[in-house]
Structures are given as structure tokens and as C-alpha cells.
């Protein structure tokens, strides 16, 4: 299985049926692959925040939503992540590509890829770093932990984990 | 007419319906006219009301009617292709167009200038469009509810605003007491 089918699989298997996306180049094969998951409503969104208001309404809706984004986004969302995904009590898993890191071919993503880890502990949003291709393997705890306690999580996917076998 | 007439106006119709209301007045006055569980108060994310509303509606079959203001939707200006694409036929979208942000001060918004929301909405693609007077809002919006079909509503009323206190309950019981009431007109 693919690290993208394992992905969508655990996603289903969590009883995700609602995702929201913002593109990044690293999630491409994934993004096709939740576009064709017939349990998922897929609905691409324009911009990070307004998928988050998306997510909260489909969960509120009986719904367990999830959001693909970029890194960057956490720069674009924190007033939403704050003030209505951890205000409200609402979990969200959040799937992360993070740009800027070892093997970034774009100087600009390291300018937001420095302050990505830093900000997600400043906004107490628990945060796990895939790296190794294996680290896939513990999406599935995180997704229950997210639902569970009711909390945003931050699953952060560099180049090396996407790159490797 | 001001907003909160319009929103008074409208009591009659929309208490039995499940509504999100945007953030600042608009949330404070819906709370003091008639808080209830089938009420979700949007507290703090300026412009996300009607993404809320989407997501609410594609998840579920009850009707939704989100309530936003103008300068909400020019914050979130993205919500209007996401809607048209994503169509959900149980989904209202009102937006109060009292030109102006209303919360801050009545400083004046751009749809209250040249701006043309309810020509935005068509040209990103949604298929059914009103505008209509701050008097006629309520019957556009029972017309919507009692047709089949995603609409969304422009009401142009006049700025200003009328005292109200804030809402005090907290976001979690907020939000609780809505799923439950959302899942009761599901179960």
C-alpha cells in the first residue's frame, strides 16, 4: 500500500468523511487520492481558514472533518485555530506538507518553516513530525487522539517522509 | 430599516431553523431576540459564518440559514465560488448589506460604494441570487425556505445599531446544545 492509500485508508477507517484542501505540490498524489475516496466529500477550499469554518460546520453537522494544507497556513489560520476550532472544542485534524526543511529546493518556505514548530507550541496544538516513511504508521493513534480529546493536531509531513520508500 | 429590525423582522420565520449568525452584533442581537438551541453564535473568525453554514448544510439535511453581513463576506470573498461549487440545496446564505461594519463602528465597506455583492455571487457562479429591501427580507427568506434549491439573499438595509449585551455563554455550550439539536432533526 502507498503512503497515500494508507493515509486515505486511516482517514476512512476514523470515520472521516469530510476533507478539505488547499494544494501543495508534496500533496498532490494524496489530494487525487482523497478526490477519488467514495466515502469522502472532498471539498477544496480557497483559502486555510476557510476550510477550517468548512470543517467545524461538517463536524457540527455529524460529519469528522479533516484539512490538508500547506505549512505557510499556519500563518494565515491562527485566529481560527484559536478562537473557533480550540474555543468551541473542536477536533481537527490537521495533515501538514512541511515545506522549508531538509532537502527545499525554495529558500522562501524555510522563512515559514522555522517558525512553524515554535508557533503550534505557542498555540498548545499537540504536534507530530513525520519524517521517516515509517512514521505513517501513527496517523491512525493520532486521528483517535484528535477525536477524542476534541483538540486541533498537527501532523507535519517533510520532503524526506514523502521522498523515501 | 436597520439590521436589527431586519433580524426582528425575521424572528417569526427563522426560530424553527437552524442558523448560524455572524460574528459581533448580528450573533448578540439573535441571542437577545430569541436565543435558542438551534442557534450557533459565531464568536470569533470574522467572514467564516457562511463557510460554517456550507459545511453544516452538506453534512446534514436540515436546512441552514447563515447570517452575514457584508463586510464579513468581503473578508472571506473566496466563500462565494466554494458555495456555488459545493451546492447545497438545504443551505441559505442572508447576507445583511447595511454597507457599512456595523460592529466597529459603521465604518463604511466597499459594497456599500461600487461594490455589487449580489452580481459577485452570480458571476462566481451561484445559480440563485435575490436582492432584495430591508422590508422584504423575511418574505425572500420564507420564499428560499419554502423552495428547493441553495440561495442566497442579499437584503440592503441602512446602517446602525442598537445596544445589546454581549453574549456571555461559553463557546463549548454553545456549541454542544447545537449538535444536539442538530442531530435531533437528523435522528
Known amino acids: 500500500m502507498s503512503k497515500n492509500q494508507k493515509i486515505v485508508t486511516d482517514l476512512i477507517n476514523n470515520k472521516i468523511e469530510f476533507v478539505t484542501t488547499v494544494p501543495c505540490k508534496q500533496l498532490a498524489g494524496l489530494i487525487d487520492e482523497i478526490d477519488s475516496a467514495k466515502s469522502i466529500y472532498h471539498i477544496p477550499s480557497n483559502k486555510e481558514d476557510e476550510g477550517m469554518g468548512l470543517c467545524a460546520g461538517a463536524y457540527m453537522g455529524g460529519k469528522r472533518s479533516a484539512i490538508i494544507m500547506q505549512n505557510t497556513a499556519i500563518g494565515v489560520t491562527i485566529n481560527t485555530l484559536v478562537t473557533l476550532i480550540q474555543f468551541y472544542n473542536i477536533p481537527l485534524p490537521m495533515l501538514i506538507s512541511y515545506r522549508g526543511e531538509l532537502g527545499e529546493p525554495v529558500a522562501c518556505q524555510v522563512e515559514m518553516a522555522v517558525h512553524t514548530k515554535a508557533l503550534l507550541a505557542q498555540l498548545n496544538i499537540p504536534t507530530y513530525h513525520f519524517h521517516h516513511p515509517d512514521d505513517v504508521n501513527e496517523l491512525d493513534s493520532i486521528l483517535k487522539y484528535s477525536f477524542m480529546s476534541k483538540k486541533p493536531v498537527a501532523i507535519l509531513t517533510d520532503a524526506s517522509f514523502w521522498q523515501g520508500a | ?187
Open chain 2, 1 to 187: 430599516m436597520i439590521r436589527s429590525e431586519v433580524l426582528k423582522n425575521l424572528i417569526p420565520i427563522i426560530s424553527d431553523q437552524l442558523v448560524v449568525s455572524n460574528i459581533g452584533l448580528p450573533s448578540q442581537e439573535l441571542h437577545m431576540l430569541d436565543d435558542q438551541p438551534s442557534n450557533f453564535y459565531m464568536l470569533g473568525t470574522m467572514g467564516l459564518a457562511s463557510s460554517i453554514g456550507l459545511g453544516l448544510a452538506l453534512a446534514q439535511s436540515a436546512k441552514v440559514i447563515a447570517i452575514d453581513g457584508d463586510g464579513s463576506i468581503l473578508t472571506n470573498l473566496g466563500t462565494l465560488p466554494t458555495i456555488a461549487n459545493n451546492t447545497a440545496d438545504n443551505f441559505i446564505l442572508l447576507i445583511i448589506d447595511n454597507g457599512s461594519y456595523g460592529s466597529t463602528g459603521d465604518q463604511p465597506t466597499y459594497a456599500g460604494r461600487k461594490t455589487s455583492l449580489a452580481k459577485v455571487a452570480e458571476a462566481c457562479g451561484c445559480d440563485h441570487v435575490v436582492e432584495c429591501s430591508a422590508e422584504d427580507t423575511p418574505a425572500a427568506v420564507k420564499a428560499a425556505l419554502d423552495g428547493e434549491n441553495m440561495t442566497i439573499i442579499v437584503s440592503k438595509c441602512e446602517s446602525g445599531n442598537v445596544k445589546v449585551p454581549v453574549i456571555d455563554m461559553d463557546a463549548p455550550v454553545i456549541r454542544d446544545r447545537f449538535m444536539r439539536e442538530v442531530a435531533r432533526r437528523n435522528a
